[in-house]
């Protein structure tokens, strides 16, 4: 039975630190780092109680309890701090306040190391026998009890927060606090026996409370995924987010995505992990700029499929001990919606509702934009175009005919010119085309065309055929730094007024006789 008790106690140390090791080994941006150096804390202290049981005398025993104390003074470090991560809680616990719980588990190694010089923490120690096993029986010095207070504050203030993490997680999260819960207070009980005397024969039963919270951990790897991350329930959030989420190595490798990457950016690879940024992004060649920059900053890209769908992406970078850059992380919002309804906000300030063509805020707008494009010296002309005696439309037909009489005659210059030349609603009933890289004559000769198909043509609203005339002004001028625009459409104006004078339905040019 002895054997078997040390074997148990000498099991658990194996597997504690498979366990150690293993989240170690399997541990993401350093995440789950505090529950491996509990886990190998734990392994220590069950290797040195199991040789403890097997000292033939005390001052061997001793030997194994300086060690197995090594392990034991970190137990309620690496305990709270891998318990607050574990929770969410971690940033409740200060710098500071860590460094004083290591400082307390550090003072407490030494004081035991250098026992024999103070005994602050064992007073007395007297050997005894229990069958084969070899039982230390202490007699705590002032530090001791000290101790006692130190690791009960830890375990209650993890305790504390695991209940309340698990009160407030959804039900599918449950059996993971449950696991951890049951573990974590495995080695407690344990050691609430022992100190309360009720143990047998005055063993520690900790040690042996950690092969119950060994096989519980390797219960939750298996079946719970346990410490695959550290929160899960970030990770869920993350993951279900529409929004693509990046981690990026300072070379541009992916090291770690959440599923939005995959659906919206199809790759050829089965694994973004590992891939470099350019690879996956080629065709955004505005993203690939922003990450080589070594600033934050954000860009808006496009998809370049047939979806429209536009994303914000922001990249911030993450920073370690003396600020030195760690990775960065590359945050893609979709802003469809947004470009969507700035689009229709642009297209109400720049188009005429009734038309559909623009307004004469945009046509000043686009006139300033192509006279940016063309050489000095390039023809421009303005042709001013209005209907005849509209007002008799309105008059005879109603308001709602006279619209109608608008919209058809919007098409049918929209129809009538060239797909580089602007055309816009003036005003009321008249409209304007400005047409680049266009001689008078050519102008002139557009708008006899322009005048023939409105006359021409036979407007129908509600069984009534609707007829109207058109008169037009045409004005040159010649692209340049200084081109004036309004000059040019002022001309126009006042060769579209001597077209009136001459008895409408006419075209007149700008200094060219009737």
């Not at 049951?182 to 005397?197: D, E, K, Q, T």
């Not at 694994?271 to 690939?288: N, Q």
Request: hydrophobic share 45%; glycine share 8%.
């Amino acid at each position: 039975m002895e054997y078997f008790i040390i074997g148990a106690i000498f099991a658990a140390g194996m597997v504690l630190s498979g366990i150690g090791v293993y989240v170690l080994l399997e541990s993401r941006r350093g995440q789950n780092l505090w529950f491996a150096g509990f886990a190998l804390a734990a392994a220590v202290h069950c290797f040195g109680y199991a040789f403890e049981l097997t000292a033939s005398t005390l001052e061997m025993a001793f030997v194994f309890i300086r060690l197995e104390y090594v392990g034991i003074a970190l137990q309620p470090f690496f305990g709270i701090l891998a318990t607050l991560e574990f929770t969410g809680d971690s940033k409740r616990l200060d710098r500071r306040m860590a460094w004083g719980l290591l400082c307390l588990s550090v003072l407490t190694v030494i004081l035991v190391h250098t026992n024999s010089l103070h005994h602050l923490y064992y007073t007395g120690l007297e050997l005894s026998r229990a069958g084969r096993l070899t039982i230390v029986h202490v007699t705590p010095g002032i530090w001791y009890w000290i101790f006692v207070a130190y690791v009960e504050l830890c375990f209650a203030v993890g305790a504390i927060a695991l209940v309340r993490a698990m009160k407030k997680a959804p039900a599918d999260l449950k059996p993971q606090y449950r696991t951890y819960l049951a573990g974590f207070l495995a080695p407690v009980i344990g050691g609430h026996i022992y100190l309360l005397g009720l143990s047998p024969h005055s063993m520690d039963l900790a040690p042996c409370s950690l092969l119950v919270m060994s096989v519980l951990i390797i219960h939750g790897l298996n079946s719970n995924r346990l410490f695959n991350v550290i929160p899960l329930a970030q990770r869920r959030v993350i993951d279900s987010m529409n929004d693509i989420v990046i981690i990026v190595s300072v070379d541009n490798r992916i090291i770690d995505h959440n599923p939005s990457l995959q659906r919206l950016f199809p790759y050829d690879s089965h694994d973004y992990l590992g891939e470099h940024l350019s690879a996956v992004f080629c065709d955004y060649p505005e993203l690939l700029e922003l990450m080589a920059t070594s600033s934050d900053g954000c860009v808006k890209i496009g998809l370049k499929d047939d979806s429209g769908r536009s994303f914000r992406a922001s990249v911030n970078t993450i920073l370690g001990r003396g600020n030195k850059p760690l990775a960065k992380y590359l945050l893609m919002t979709d802003i469809t919606s947004e470009m969507r309804m700035v689009y229709s906000m642009k297209k109400l300030a720049n188009i005429d509702s009734l038309t559909q063509i623009a307004n004469r805020r945009s046509l000043y707008s686009q006139i300033k934009d192509l006279n940016k494009q063309y050489e000095s010296g390039v023809p421009v002309c303005a042709i001013m175009i209005d209907i005849d005696d509209f007002k008799s439309v309105n008059d005879a037909h109603g308001h709602a005919a006279g619209d109608s009489a608008l919209r058809e005659v919007a098409s049918l210059l929209k129809t009538g010119i060239r797909s580089q030349d602007v055309l816009a609603r003036y005003g009321g009933e008249e409209f304007i085309i400005i047409a680049f890289d266009m001689g008078l004559d050519h102008a002139v000769a557009l708008a006899e065309r322009l005048r023939e198909k409105i006359s021409d043509a036979e407007i129908v609203y509600e069984g009534h055929t609707i007829q109207v005339t058109a008169s037009a002004g045409v004005a040159e001028a010649s692209t340049a730094p200084d081109f004036d625009g309004e000059r040019l459409i002022a001309d126009s104006d006042a060769a579209l007024y001597a077209a009136k004078e001459s008895g409408k339905n006419q075209v007149r040019a700008q200094n060219l006789p009737a």
